[in-house]
Nanobody, 124 residues
Framework: QVQLVESGGGLVQAGGSLRLSCAAS????????MGWFRQAPGKEREFVAA????????YFADSVKGRFTISRDNAKNMLYLQMNSLKPEDTAIYYC?????????????????WGQGTQVTVFS
């Protein structure tokens, strides 16, 4: 089993930055692909960013491309999401997730483990 715990959310003014962290425990996630998803009130969970197990490949939703960066530190069992130039529409609960299987990392149904989420609120 893998446990994931997100942190780093908060309240930030539009144009500001936040860095989300996801700490994994239970077993190493160095062989897991990992991703960030978000869910705003009344909306479905949506893909934000993903990174392959070795960190060599990254993927971003069009809405965050150029503003967000995903990274991982396998030695520390950590996943990160650097969010810059934040907009009010980025307001959501952000979840990290891990999966063993490859394929389309944008599909949330294929992830095996999920964190409890961290709230990000961007005000204008």
């Amino acid at each position: 089993q893998v446990q994931l715990v997100e942190s780093g959310g908060g309240l930030v003014q539009a144009g500001g930055s936040l860095r989300l962290s996801c700490a994994a425990s239970g077993r190493t996630v160095s062989t897991y692909h990992m991703g960030w998803f978000r869910q705003a009130p009344g909306k479905e969970r949506e893909f934000v960013a993903a990174i392959s197990w070795g960190g060599g490949s990254t993927y971003f939703a069009d809405s965050v491309k150029g503003r967000f960066t995903i990274s991982r530190d396998n030695a520390k069992n950590m996943l990160y999401l650097q969010m810059n130039s934040l907009k009010p529409e980025d307001t959501a609960i952000y979840y990290c997730a891990a999966r063993r299987m490859g394929g389309n990392l944008r599909i949330h149904n294929d992830y095996d483990y999920w964190g409890q989420g961290t709230q990000v609120t961007v005000f204008s």
